[in-house]
Every structure is written in structure tokens, then in C-alpha cells.
């Protein structure tokens, strides 16, 4: 069968348009070539209704049952990865819609699956991959406009990922020079502190030396001879008889008359 889509209308927001997901055929006519019961068919049409209301698990249910009798039917797979998407199960959307793109038979199919696989991508700000993602929907459907502004978005997040990665490199590398710069400063201090140190001691010993030399120059004091009462009489009587002695020289040498001693 042929798998038609619509693209639903971006919204809006101060930073521009938002990417949205292909939507899905709600209408499938139940006269479509469809091998398969009436109720795997109410099953796929049970699975839009409840998409259309934003039920987004009760309609992965439906298209799982539906594909459990028809696993290669396309548009209950694109279906599905849409539901997947809306309840932000990201990674099992995109095995869904890589399934749709590998049994798409058509070109518009094909570059359907690759807009939501991209979408899915832009959701994890995973931009390299979105990018490869939407020019593969480009490749199979050139004229596709929302393709065409989601791939120049995510190339512009990439670049902004990129600057601000080599922002982020840049101030890491200046923040390690800086400690760098401040460990060497540190060092600086602790030898000059060091240096000082070993000045000060130095100075230290030198003056603890000055201080041992200047004690050992000066005269040691001679310790107080004790003499008793009676030496000290004799030294005292001998000093007068040397004195008397003296002066009888010098009175001879005059001529001086000898006084006696004693007057008789």
C-alpha cells in the first residue's frame, strides 16, 4: 500500500521553528489492499483514533497487535515509530522507522522514515547524527522545505556544540596554566622562605659565636683571697717596719739627727 503523509505545521517560539514529527494517515480506507482480518484492520484504525486524541500508548498498542499478523506492513510501522516518539521512547522509534525505511517501496516512504529517524536525534541533541539523518530524507525527497530547515538547524547547534566545546577546552587550558603559574609562585615562596630560614639560622649561629668569643676575651674576675686576723697583723706590722726603715735612710742621708725611740 501506499503510505501517505502529511507534514504537520511547526510550531512557533522566540527562537524559530520547531522540527515535529511526519504525521501520520489517520484515514486508511478499509477497502485498501489488505490481506489480512477485519480485526487486524480495526486494530490500525483503533491506533490512529487514539493517536488523533494523543493516546499515545493505547495506539502503540493497537499497531503492535496489527503488526503482530502483518509485521512488514508499512504504515502501521510508521505509525508505531510515531506513537514511540511522542512517549519519548527515542531509540526503539528509530529501530521502528529504520524498519519502515528498509520495506518502503517508494521514495516518499523511505525519506519519511528518515525525517523521524532525524527527529528522534534532534530530540538527544545528537546533531551529527540528525544530520546525517536529514540528508538522507533530502537524497529520496529534494523539495522537502521542513527537511530542508531541521538540516540547517542542527547544523547550526553543531557548530554551536563545536565553539563551545573549543570554549570550554580553551578555559580548561588557561585554568591549568593559571594553576600552574600559582604552584610556581607557591614554590617560589616556600624556597625564598626557605632561604630565610636558613639565613636566619646561620645569622643566629653566628651571633651565638660573636657571643662565646666576647666571653672568653674578657678578664675572669680572681677570687677573693680569705686571710685570717692574725696573718693580716703581721702584714700590717711588716709594712710599718719597712716604712720606718725608710724613713731612718733618708734622714741619715740628710745629716738629720737620729731621734731615738725612746726618750730616757
Not at 522514515?113 to 530524507?137: C, L, P, Q, S
Request: aromatic share 8%; glycine share 4%.
Amino acid at each position: 500500500m501506499k503510505l501517505h503523509s502529511n507534514n504537520i505545521i511547526h510550531c512557533r517560539s522566540n527562537a524559530g521553528r520547531v522540527w515535529a514529527m511526519q504525521a501520520v494517515t489517520f484515514l486508511l480506507a478499509l477497502t485498501c489492499a489488505f490481506n489480512t482480518h477485519a480485526q487486524d484492520k480495526f486494530s490500525i484504525l483503533n491506533g490512529n483514533e487514539q493517536y488523533n486524541k494523543g493516546n499515545y500508548k493505547k495506539a502503540a498498542d493497537y499497531y503492535t497487535k496489527a503488526l503482530s499478523k502483518k509485521p512488514d506492513y508499512t504504515p502501521g510501522l510508521f505509525n508505531l515509530g510515531n506513537s514511540l516518539y511522542n512517549l519519548k521512547k527515542y531509540d526503539s522509534s528509530r529501530k521502528v522507522m529504520a524498519m519502515t525505511e528498509k520495506i518502503a517501496k517508494e521514495k516518499e516512504g523511505k525519506a519519511a522514515a528518515n525525517y523521524n529517524i532525524g527527529n528522534t536525534w534532534m530530540a538527544e541533541k545528537k546533531w551529527d547524527e540528525a544530520i546525517e539523518a536529514y540528508k538522507k530524507t533530502l537524497r529520496n525527497n529534494p523539495q522537502d522545505m521542513d527537511a530542508k530547515y531541521n538540516l540547517s538547524y542542527a547544523e547550526k547547534m553543531k557548530a554551536k556544540q563545536d565553539q563551545q566545546k573549543k570554549d570550554d577546552k580553551n578555559k580548561d587550558k588557561n585554568k591549568d596554566q593559571q594553576d600552574k603559574n600559582k604552584d610556581n609562585q607557591n614554590k617560589d615562596k616556600d624556597k625564598d622562605k626557605d632561604k630565610n630560614k636558613d639565613k636566619d639560622q646561620k645569622d643566629q649561629q653566628n651571633d651565638n659565636k660573636d657571643d662565646k668569643n666576647k666571653d672568653q676575651e674578657q678578664p675572669q674576675a680572681q677570687p677573693k683571697a680569705n686571710i685570717d686576723k692574725k696573718t693580716a697583723e703581721q702584714v700590717l706590722n711588716a709594712l710599718q717596719n719597712e716604712e720606718k726603715k725608710l724613713q731612718d735612710k733618708m734622714r741619715k742621708e740628710k745629716g738629720a739627727p737620729v731621734r731615738p725611740d725612746k726618750d730616757w
